[in-house]
């Protein structure tokens, strides 16, 4: 991510390459082996060949190990924890929770449980309706607290990186940062949790507090439990700095820090858990709060101009300045130049930013929008594999961008120079509940909610076709559809259409969408892989 080999080390040889660049050495007589890439994650060509073979062929190690010795791992890690108190369990009706409390069930009993529930007024239509009903085969002791006027009024203390001063935070009604947002929201869960022990009539010091925190979590979340070197790519709302001073208290139990999705599904069924609930889509414990992009202004800086004049370059690249096609040119990689000729799609730099990861860091950068030239008319289908190639582009070349989408309809013939003003309000969330609701009703529908991961359904200040000078204010919101596909969660890629999602059902979600709200503007398709954009737009 910047940093090369460019010369190996006395008895070294390189092995992998990348292109020009060193990606792999070894020392066979040593048996010491590099590599400088993530063979972890889903998108590396054969990384778990290349794991497999280092531990049992060059580490000696046996693949003994099962799902089962974790389980019972866990379980005696939780009786040894908890010895004869009691334990909270924060349940959102999400996988993770959902699993934490059944594992916890089965180490001490569920008479010794009591999930909490906590309705934050960020929820999904009727999700707590489906919490209790996930809950009930567990005969576990669910209380379910409306807290939605306590979250949109809360605040929180937060440290300043960069001078590690302490500050309070604005109202979460009005907060327009996305880490400040999930600090809020991660300490109020904590607080109302408190209260809750407290009404519960049990003594705090008696009770442990347990989540489903996943390794991930800490990994984005840059935890020491994880790592002491890693950039925050987003604060969780299980590992907020509250959270991290119940963790040195003691107080917290988190038999899942070391799972990753895919195992917890795993653990998931060898608990018992019916597969529509193992299988369930994930959804952010902050819940539609971090799906709804708040702002105050449009999002401006000294790299705007640079970055339109780039997005513009490799639209019409025919057309460009013969510098920047020596810049788009140089970072095709596989990408026949040929491709970007006669390409029929119109960029557009939208003044607000998302959060990406980039080069292992957290980035918080603009977002480009493609449209149709001429418009997508009736019956028209946009060029799925046009747009998907220049999703992967664009990010090389335009720098401070980090997320790309495509914008259903007509071709975007104005820039947008000016936004809606958006916080975290319940009319503003109603309008994305109601988008959510069109897109998992349909996505259920067509039984795609395993195929596809995870689909976030995001509302962002974007107001469209309003001619420049006109004095048309900014009022309306877009909403943009970001589908994801993934076992590990840590990387993944967008559904393509006409492939992982029929054409047919996003026309109708988008149909639905527009129909079912006045308010929204226009409805957009998320085209980035993760990386450079993350499952979730904050």
């Known amino acids: 991510h910047g940093d090369s080999v460019t010369k190996v080390a006395d008895g070294f040889r390189e092995v992998a390459w990348s292109g020009s660049v060193i990606a792999g050495i070894e020392h066979a007589a040593k048996r010491i082996y590099g590599v400088q890439f993530h063979p972890e994650v889903e998108l590396s060509t054969r990384g778990r060949d290349m794991l497999r073979n280092f531990l049992f062929k060059c580490c000696g190690c046996t693949g003994t190990f099962r799902m089962a010795d974790r389980e019972q791992i866990a379980i005696e890690e939780i009786r040894t924890h908890v010895g004869d108190k009691k334990v909270l369990v924060l349940v959102s009706g999400g996988v993770d929770s959902t699993v934490c409390a059944a594992l916890v069930s089965k180490a001490i009993g569920p008479e010794r449980i009591h999930a909490l529930h906590i309705d934050n007024g960020f929820m999904r239509r009727n999700e707590s309706q489906l919490v209790e009903e996930s809950l009930g085969p567990m005969r576990v002791n669910l209380r379910v607290v409306d807290a939605s006027e306590t979250f949109y009024n809360a605040t929180t203390t937060v440290t300043e990186r960069a001078t590690g001063e302490r500050r309070l935070t604005c109202t979460l009604k009005t907060a327009t940062a996305p880490e400040e947002k999930r600090k809020i929201i991660g300490d109020t869960f904590m607080k109302v949790a408190e209260e809750a022990v407290a009404a519960l009539g049990l003594r705090a010091e008696d009770v442990f507090l347990a989540q489903g925190t996943l390794r991930p979590d800490l990994i984005e979340s840059a935890s020491s439990m994880a790592s002491a070197k890693a950039d925050a790519i987003k604060t ?48 952010p414990g902050p819940g539609l709060a971090v799906r709804l992009l708040c702002a105050e202004a449009l999002f401006s800086d000294e790299h705007r101009a640079g970055e339109e004049a780039m997005l513009e370059a490799v639209t019409n690249f025919e057309a460009a300045e013969a510098a920047l096609r020596e810049v788009i040119v140089h970072s095709l990689g596989d990408v026949d130049e040929a491709q970007l000729r006669g390409l029929g799609v119109r960029g557009t730099l939208l003044p607000v930013r998302s959060v990406g990861v980039q080069g292992d860091g957290r980035t918080y950068s603009y977002v480009a929008a493609l449209s149709s030239r001429g418009g997508a008319g009736a019956g028209a289908r946009p060029n799925w594999a046009q747009l998907f190639m220049l999703a992967k582009l664009i990010p090389k070349v335009c720098r401070k ?138």
């Open 401 to 538: 961008v980090n997320r790309v989408v495509y914008v259903f309809g007509d071709e975007v013939t104005q820039p947008v120079n000016d936004i809606t003003i958006t916080h975290c309000t319940p009319d503003v969330l109603e309008t994305l509940r109601r988008a959510d609701h069109v897109v998992n009703t349909l996505l259920f529908r067509h039984n795609l909610t395993i195929a596809i991961s995870q689909v976030p359904v995001v509302l962002v200040p974007v107001h469209f076709d309003r001619p420049a000078g006109a004095g048309v204010p900014s009022t309306k919101h877009s909403v943009v559809i970001r589908t994801f596909i993934t076992n590990d969660f840590m990387t993944g890629v967008p559904a393509r259409p006409g492939a992982h999602i029929p054409e047919q059902v996003l026309d109708d979600m988008v149909r639905g969408i527009l129909e079912d709200d006045a308010h929204i503007s226009r409805v957009m398709y998320d085209l980035t892989s993760k990386p450079p954009g993350t499952t979730e737009w904050e």
């Open 236 to 283: 969780h709302h299980n590992d907020t700095e509250l959270v991290r001073a119940l963790r040195d208290q003691g107080r917290v139990i988190e038999p899942l820090k070391d799972y990753h999705k895919d195992e917890v599904r795993e653990l998931g069924k060898s608990l018992g858990l019916l597969d529509e609930l193992v299988m369930r889509q994930p959804f």
